[in-house]
């Protein structure tokens, strides 16, 4: 690791920080199951670096490692991202059926 | 195009999926748009995958390697998938807790693989100088937290199942155990990062074995610090172990080179830590309060009981319709008890036919009113109440004073005056929800029993309060019917 990318990872990282907590601090008490499901999918992200293991791995030991940390960042994706979908549209501003006869 | 364009254009599409995962957390700042971030959220998350699978293919990938990158992901979003779209509302913290379990192993095996496989050892063994003592601490703090992440969210999730029992589960000797593991888990790697600094020399095969003592150690950390934690002190737990798992990622970004990881787990690291705090504050315990667990189980919670005095009055079915539905505006105040009792939608039935009677109602949903932060909105969105209804603490308090009626069901602590007033009280200044300042109040309660806090709640020997001892469906159940016989 040279210093350069040291300093520009750190730099990322801490205005990372300093966004998310900007970011974040708006999301209402209303919404924070969702917000902590939604940022659970979105920690899925190590999935970029599981398929970097899977493309690398040249043996038994670093198949194995590649292939649970796969199955595991592939859980947390996709398990994360339908099941945040799945609550989020269960949130209406007026109950399901008196919107269906208020469009009627 | 030559490989290193190529490489550019990988790098350009993750700093698209991160500016997209900071779009999409941006429109979860209300419940209208925050479908619409979610799935924007999912599109970076598209993008930075084939980004990724488009480059390792352009690299060239063995038959074993495909099997691999396919079959895992199969396998693993598959069952991800179905645990998604099969869970139960009420069960959404153990999957949170769940997929938080997965996402920092997965995290800590990136570190490993990167330490074992590559040349991180070797590297190290070889005493190089400088710059390598930095990236030994991001593949230590990656293992460590990332491990302790996993078997934490594993007892969490265990806990949150009845897999195994909520109440704080205490060992004799079990806190100076944990303490003593942390020690030695960080005194591992200060030796390993001084190595990787160059200051010490050792062989290759010692330095595993350092590193292995390490994950070891969190291992057990994690499930020797979530065993003594109480069930209702979950969401707490959840959060600050989301927080970890976002640190976990941003060190397994540091670690691989890889900026997106960096940034996406800053984003949720930034999430948990203002989750940890604003649960923590809700209960009125400091984190390291909770940690060090057993709230239920502590001595001292029980002298003020008793205490409360005054005299309890019930009060009918009839009488309780009576009162609701001549009442111009309803405040109802769900806990966890409604959930247990799966009587949200007995709720939402009680609040439609006030409302059909011109009533204004409204929830007043306080900040640890189920397992996880924001659950109890979920459960009563789920039981289709609309979403303008669901009320925070600070929103709803003030308007305690212009409610005639307080409908309390399944909430105690939460509602107990003392928390204001009584100094001596384990709750004082914990925030409340002011029901006590509604003109009349209504509890439904299976019987006087105490709450977390395992105190007396002076609500109930308040003049203005009459107690309806029911299960809290059964309650809701018999309300609705006594209300339509009006």
């Known amino acids: ?104 | 195009m030559n490989a290193s364009t190529i490489g550019h254009l990988v790098q350009l599409s993750f700093i698209a999926g991160a500016a997209l995962f900071v779009i999409g957390l941006h429109l979860m700042n209300s419940p209208a748009t925050a479908r619409t971030g979610n799935r924007i959220s999912a599109t970076g998350m598209v993008i930075a995958i084939v980004a990724e699978v488009l480059f390792v293919i352009q690299g060239g990938l063995g038959l074993g390697n495909w099997v691999l990158l396919i079959g895992g992901l199969a396998l693993g979003g598959g069952l991800g998938l179905r645990m998604a779209r099969t869970v139960a509302m009420t069960s959404m913290p153990q999957l949170v807790s769940l997929f938080n379990a997965v996402g920092g192993a997965a995290a800590a095996l990136l570190a490993l693989n990167d330490f074992i496989a590559l040349d991180g050892h070797r590297v190290l063994a070889g005493g190089v100088p400088g710059l390598d003592g930095w990236r030994t601490l991001f593949i230590i703090a990656d293992v460590i937290i990332g491990s302790v992440t996993f078997t934490g969210s594993l007892i969490a999730s265990a806990k949150l199942m009845g897999r195994i029992k909520g109440q704080p589960i205490l060992i004799p000797g079990g806190r100076i155990f944990t303490w003593l593991l942390l020690v030695a888990a960080l005194s591992v790697s200060i030796v390993m990062i001084l190595a990787g600094a160059g200051v010490v020399t050792y062989d290759s095969h010692v330095l595993t074995l350092l590193l292995l003592a390490a994950l070891a150690c969190a291992l057990i950390f994690g499930v020797t610090m979530v065993l003594p934690i109480g069930g209702a002190d979950m969401p707490v737990v959840i959060s600050l172990l989301n927080a970890f798992t976002g640190t976990a990622v941003a060190m397994a970004g540091f670690v691989v080179g890889n900026v997106v990881l960096i940034v996406a787990g800053a984003l949720v690291g930034a999430s948990g830590a203002i989750l940890t705090r604003l649960m923590a504050s809700a209960m009125n315990r400091s984190i390291a309060n909770i940690l060090v667990g057993g709230f239920g189980a502590a001595e001292g919670t029980q002298a003020t009981l008793g205490s409360a005095g005054g005299t309890v009055r019930e009060v009918s079915v009839d009488d309780a319709a009576i009162q609701l539905a001549y009442a111009s505006k309803v405040v109802i105040v769900p806990g966890y008890g409604l959930a247990v009792a799966q009587a949200q939608h007995g709720v939402r039935e009680l609040a439609d036919l006030l409302e059909a009677r011109g009533i204004d109602v409204s929830y007043a949903i306080h900040p640890v009113a189920g397992r996880m932060p924001g659950h109890m909105n979920v459960l009563l969105a789920e039981a289709n109440v609309p979403y303008p209804q669901l009320k925070e603490m600070d929103e709803i308090n003030p308007e305690f004073e212009r409610t005639d009626v307080a409908l309390v069901v399944g909430a105690n602590d939460v509602t107990n005056p003392a928390a204001r007033t009584d100094r001596s009280s384990p709750i004082f200044g914990m925030p409340i929800l002011d029901v006590d300042k509604a003109r009349s109040v209504i509890v439904v309660k299976r019987s006087m029993g105490r709450g977390y806090a395992g105190i007396d709640n002076a609500l109930y020997v308040n003049p203005k309060t009459g107690m309806l001892f029911a299960d809290a469906k059964r309650g809701l159940q018999e309300l609705v019917a006594a209300v339509k016989a009006l």
């Open chain 1, 1 to 104: 690791m040279t210093t350069d990318v040291l300093i520009a990872d750190l730099t990322v990282f801490v205005l990372a920080i300093l966004l998310g907590f900007e970011v974040i601090s708006r999301v209402p008490a209303t919404l924070h199951t969702p917000l902590m499901s939604g940022t659970n999918s979105i920690h899925g992200i190590v999935l970029v670096g599981a398929i970097g293991l899977a493309a690398t791995a040249d043996d038994p030991l670093t198949g194995v490692l590649a292939f649970v940390a796969m199955a595991f960042a592939g859980a947390n994706v996709v398990g994360g991202y339908w099941v945040t979908d799945r609550m989020l549209q269960m949130f209406k501003r007026r109950p399901a059926a008196s919107t269906d006869k208020a469009v009627r």
